[in-house]
């Protein structure tokens, strides 16, 4: 008895030691050498993590991940997953964008703002809508290319900032990416679930409550590399934008 004791407080040990990695990491904004976690650690990390995160700065909203076919095949991933927003990841004003991690990257999402969406109230229940670029940072010295799905999980799927763009009335047809006016991409919304709204659906289902926050609702173009000293252009059938990283 005092044996199994032992090994499960050891085990406990060892998942709050990688959870205060990524903890300082993201305070101190330092990158760490990317550890092993298996599917099990990994969860655990991501639920003490984003609960870290929330008490200090507040819920914010969620983002959701892998929502194309290529991408859950790419990661070996069962399906879509999500991270945690705080508030303070949103970027809701100006033209400008800090990037404290290294390894940080550009999405193009539809954002919208949820308040107490069900499966049932949508879009009811929306009361903003955006076109905006999502930046996943991970806290890991290594680019996406070279972590797993596991270690993304563990890292709040690579959570990083929230640029709100421009509001827009409908998912736009098409996005053009521009870095420093070079385009860098180019698509259309791939959704494996349709449309950004049956996305926020299977955010909810996979939570399994309501939803209120911004909610970021998967890649339409990304994610692309991008550096302090860019300037990041967005340009779609229904809106176009600039930001400038520094």
């Not at 008895?1 to 990491?25: P, S």
């Not at 949103?90 to 703002?113: D, H, M, Q, T």
């Not at 209120?212 to 890649?219: K, L, M």
């Amino acid at each position: 008895m005092h044996l199994n004791l032992l090994v499960i407080t050891c085990f406990t040990m060892k998942i709050e030691e990688k959870v205060e990695l990524l903890y300082n990491a993201y305070k101190d904004k330092k990158e760490i050498e990317p550890f092993e976690v298996n599917s099990e650690e990994a969860t655990q990390i991501f639920n003490l993590f984003t609960q870290k995160l929330v008490k200090d700065e507040g819920l914010g909203g969620y983002k959701i991940s892998l929502v194309t076919l290529e991408t859950i095949k790419k990661f070996k991933a069962n399906g879509p997953d999500y991270g945690i927003l705080t508030n303070n990841m949103i970027v809701k004003k100006g033209n400008e964008v800090k990037l404290p991690f290294r390894y940080s990257y550009a999405e193009i999402e539809v954002i919208v703002l949820a308040d107490n969406c069900k499966e049932d109230n949508i879009p009811h229940c929306i009361k903003e809508t955006y076109l905006g670029i999502e930046m996943p940072m991970t806290r890991f010295n290594a680019p996406l290319n070279k972590l797993n799905f596991n270690q993304l999980k563990a890292d709040d799927m690579v959570a990083g900032l929230l640029y709100l763009g421009e509001k827009v009335s409908e998912q736009p047809k098409s996005v053009e990416v521009y870095i420093n006016d070079e385009l860098k991409g180019k698509d259309k919304p791939n959704f494996i679930y349709g449309n950004y709204l049956e996305m926020l659906k299977w955010l909810i289902k996979s939570i399994g409550k309501e939803v209120s926050g911004y909610v970021s609702t998967g890649s339409i173009v990304g994610p692309i590399p991008i550096n302090k000293g860019e300037k990041i252009r967005v340009k779609s059938d229904n809106a176009e934008f600039e930001v400038k990283l520094y």
